[in-house]
């Protein structure tokens, strides 16, 4: 069977260019191209191609399903100290979970929230 060799999310926002400063800013992410309407952004094997959608629902009104994405990474506490000097939004403390992660998670500023941890054990 095919091999899945990275990850790629596509996100509608209402305002790509204050979408990607975040990623970029707050996040760490590089933006790697710039089509008409969209800002892909990158970091280490994760890409995040941000299409704008002014028109579109906010993510706000879709309750649980505007998690997109859990990143795993190598420190989670320390990328957790990184980002609250970045006034970063939280929406948890960093704690181990019974299915093995140290994680956190946070909201971007477009209303979508994402998962970030590191396996343990």
Not at 17 to 22: N, Q
Not at 23 to 31: C, E
Request: proline letters at 6%.
């Amino acid at each position: 069977m095919p091999k899945i060799l990275q990850n790629h999310y596509v996100l509608a926002v209402h305002n790509v260019r204050e979408s990607a400063k975040f990623y970029v800013d707050a996040l760490g992410f590089g933006i790697t191209a710039e089509p008409p309407g969209w800002i892909f952004v990158a970091k280490d094997n994760c890409m995040i191609m941000l299409g704008e959608c002014p028109d579109d629902a906010h993510p706000s009104t879709l309750g649980c399903h505007n998690y997109f994405a859990y990143l795993v990474i190598d420190d989670v506490d320390a990328y957790r100290g990184d980002l609250e000097s970045k006034g970063v939004d939280f929406l948890s403390a960093v704690s181990d979970k019974p299915w093995g992660m140290r994680e956190f998670g946070i909201k971007t500023p477009d209303g979508h929230r994402i998962m970030i941890g590191k396996r343990i054990g």
